[in-house]
């Protein structure tokens, strides 16, 4: 596999990588992407989607970022436009 790989890479124009290097960006994209650490895991054949959340945690700061701003919007939406003055003061 790994010559193979090296005659792919070579004819592409592109540097040498492992097989381990491609499927750890693999797995960093997919989380970065969103893709559900279960199907992550599977997918890598971890045996649970902790190991794979542990292994790529790296991943993970992008990923509370979007979350906290996803909740964010979720709990402050958009400010909508009030008027300035209310009908009870008479301004």
Same mark, same amino acid.
């Given at each position: ?11 592409? %124009? ?8 491609? +499927? ?9 992407? +969103? ?7 599977? %997918?890598? %054949?971890?045996?649970? !989607? ?17 979350? !906290? ?6 709990? +402050? ?10 009908? !009870?003061? %008479?301004?």
């Amino acid at each position: 596999m790994r010559r193979a790989l090296d005659r792919l890479l070579k004819a592409a %124009g592109l540097p040498a990588i492992r097989v381990h290097d491609l +499927r750890h960006t693999a797995a960093s994209l997919m989380l970065e992407l +969103r893709t559900h650490p279960k199907v992550v895991s599977e %997918g890598l %054949g971890h045996s649970t !989607a902790t190991i794979t959340l542990d292994r790529y945690s790296h991943a993970l700061p992008t990923l509370q970022k979007q979350a !906290a701003s996803a909740l964010d919007a979720l709990i +402050r939406p958009e400010t909508t436009s009030f008027p300035t003055s209310s009908p !009870a003061s %008479g301004t």
